[in-house]
């Protein structure tokens, strides 16, 4: 009987074992807003009101502002918006405003700003690794900086 290298019969897909059936598990369980830290699920919040705004072609400065106590904030936070867009591989997904589930992308990027805040820079790249160039992960790591510090700042 032919088998191939793990064993099984030619004809037969192999099982996936179950370390990767648990991978898929949890990627297809929706992360929650609930599970980041404060600064990171504001941006998050954020980064909704701004996509919202560019749909309709408006200002989202004055809002942030007045959303997120300051305009060094909301600056800091439209910064990091434009170094996602700018970094990322292609359009940022975001969930509508009210759902607390987050898209991958949002996972991803709370991840980036809750590393951030611990100033854990390997996590960090670990979390961009393979997703974003890494020429331009210095520029993202910066923006998230300015975004935390201003958070603490305002703190």
């Not at 989202?60 to 904030?73: D, K, Q, W």
Request: glycine letters at 4%; a positive charge; hydrophobic letters at 45%.
């Amino acid at each position: 009987m032919n088998r191939n290298a793990q064993g099984n019969p030619k004809n037969k897909p192999a099982r996936p074992s179950i370390d990767t059936a648990d991978l898929v598990q949890k990627l297809a369980e929706p992360k929650r807003l609930t599970a980041l830290g404060p600064i990171a699920a504001r941006f998050l919040y954020s980064l909704r009101l701004i996509a919202l705004h560019d749909r309709v072609k408006r200002d989202p400065v004055p809002e942030l502002t007045v959303r997120l106590g300051g305009v060094e904030i909301a600056a800091k936070s439209l910064a990091l918006s434009q170094a996602v867009a700018s970094t990322w591989p292609e359009d940022v997904h975001v969930s509508r405003f009210c759902c607390q589930a987050l898209t991958h992308d949002e996972a991803t990027i709370g991840a980036i700003i809750d590393c951030a805040c611990y100033r854990d820079r390997p996590g960090f790249e670990e979390q961009v690794q393979g997703l974003i160039r890494p020429e331009r992960i210095h520029r993202l790591w910066d923006a998230v900086l300015a975004l935390v510090a201003a958070e603490a700042h305002a703190a």
